[in-house]
């Protein structure tokens, strides 16, 4: 592959890393607010012990394992992009 191909790919390769982790940074925000949410819920059911506050509390965990989930599979597309990252580095390099 050509010096120019490769620089093309890495700056592409940059910004879509950028954005992703602009994104992580937002859900990371969510998550923690998602968090919080779900262990307040957690707690008022357990005192409360009513149904509305047991499905509230569900509804606030799936919220939550939502997030998470999203959160997860965007830190394995960054994983993914800095691995490429590296190799069109190396590709430079050599």
Do not use: Y
Request: hydrophobic share 35%; glycine share 4%.
């Amino acid at each position: 592959m050509s010096i120019n191909t490769v620089e093309r790919q890495l700056r592409r390769n940059s910004l879509q890393l950028g954005r992703l982790k602009t994104e992580l940074a937002v859900l990371e925000e969510q998550f923690g607010h998602f968090a919080d949410e779900a262990q307040t819920t957690r707690i008022h059911s357990l005192v409360s012990e009513t149904p509305i506050s047991e499905r509230t509390h569900q509804q606030a965990a799936r919220h939550l394992e939502v997030i998470e989930r999203q959160r997860d599979k965007l830190k394995l597309q960054i994983c993914e992009l800095e691995g490429r990252q590296d190799s069109l580095l190396d590709q430079i390099n050599s």
